[in-house]
């Protein structure tokens, strides 16, 4: 199994499980920050709601996330 490792990381990897699950017959994505979206009907739309999150959390400015 091929590892990813984010930019200074040190140590052994961490285990990562997969940010896909689903419960019945919906699809959900859950992010490392611990938020949960969905249902979603498929995995591949779970995949496309993964995404288009990411993208739109790419587009805040760093400011815009408060602690």
Known sequence: ?????????AGPAP???SRFFNVG???Y?????GFESG?????????????RFLHVV???PEDA???
């Open 39 to 51: 249902p979603f009907a498929s995995r591949e739309r779970a995949e496309t709601g993964l995404r």
């Open 15 to 17: 285990f990562r499980s």
């Open 58 to 60: 790419n587009l805040l």
């Open 25 to 27: 017959s919906q699809w």
């Open 65 to 67: 996330v408060t602690h």
């Open 1 to 9: 199994m091929e590892s990813h490792r984010r930019t200074g990381e």
């Open 29 to 33: 994505f859950a992010t490392r920050e």
